[in-house]
């Protein structure tokens, strides 16, 4: 059975940093690829960054150059760095793992999701 725990969220100045970690059991991250999501109220969920087996990214326009995502195979923990943040960060953010790559994922399973809020 796959269960994907994030944490490392919490309340941050506009400016701060947060690092979210995702640790994955059952799975394997290196085998597939990884996506990080979030969701403010009364909005619909958005794509924030992803990251496939061979270490290639993708990430929104609106967080470009300010979040990192990376991955720890050995761990089987990915990451999500998150600098310069803003109050437009405010959200709760979700991992995702799957099969595929960045550009063609197949997020089968789903973090709980940790709350960023940034004021």
């Known amino acids: 059975q796959v269960q994907l725990v994030e944490s490392g969220g919490g309340s941050v100045s506009a400016g701060g940093s947060l690092r979210l970690s995702c640790a994955a059991s059952g799975f394997t991250v290196s085998n597939g690829c990884m996506g990080w999501f979030r969701q403010a109220p009364g909005k619909e969920r958005e794509f924030v960054s992803a990251i496939s087996s061979d270490g290639s990214t993708s990430c929104a326009d609106s967080v470009k150059g300010r979040f990192t995502i990376s991955q720890d195979n050995a761990k089987r923990t990915g990451y999500l760095q998150m600098n310069s943040l803003k109050p437009e960060d405010t959200a709760m953010y979700y991992c995702?793992?799957?099969?595929?790559?960045?550009?063609?994922?197949?997020?089968?399973?789903w973090g709980q999701g940790t709350q960023v809020t940034v004021s």
């Open positions: 995702a793992m799957g099969a595929g790559t960045w550009y063609n994922p197949r997020y089968n399973y």
